[in-house]
C-alpha cells in the first residue's frame, strides 16, 4: 500500500508543482517511488492543464530536476479519499482545504512546512517561517526562497514519512 502526499497551493503552477517534483526527486533518490504516491493541485481551478509557471520551471531546472511534464489541477472532494498527506503551501489554502474537509478524513492536512517539522528561521525579521510565500506577483529571489523552503522541507518531509511508516 502506497503512502501518497499531495502538495496544494493556489492555481496548482508555482509552489506545489515545485514541491511535487522536489519531493519526488527525494523518493526517487531513496528508491521509494513504489512506495510513496506524489502529487499536486491547487484550490482554484484558472489555471487546469497548465504547465508550472515559467519561472518556477527554470528555478527547478537550475536545481536539477524538470517539473515541465506537470499540469495544474484542482483539488477534489475524492482526493480526500486517496491521499495521507494534503499538504497546504499557506493558511489561506489549508483555511480552503478545512472547509472542505469530509468528517471521515483521518489523514494529515496541515501547512506543509509545520507537518514536515520545518521552521525555517528568517534572518531577515527573526520569525519562523510556517508557510510558504506565493512567488507569483515576485522576481526570480521570490521563486529562489520559495524552492529554499520548499527543499529543506522536502527532505524532512522524506525523513518523517520514512520513519513514520517503517520505510
Known sequence: MKISVLFICLGNICRSPTAQGLFQYYVDQANLADSILVDSAGTGSW?????????????????????SHLRGRSVESNDFLSFDYMLAMDDQNLYFLENMKPDNYHGDLGLFLKIANNRVEDCSTDNKIMQVPDPFYGDSAHFEKAIALIDHGSKNLLAKIREKHDL
Open 47 to 67: 489555471h487546469e492543464g497548465e504547465a508550472p509557471d515559467s519561472r518556477a520551471q527554470l528555478v527547478a531546472l537550475n536545481k536539477g530536476y524538470d517539473i
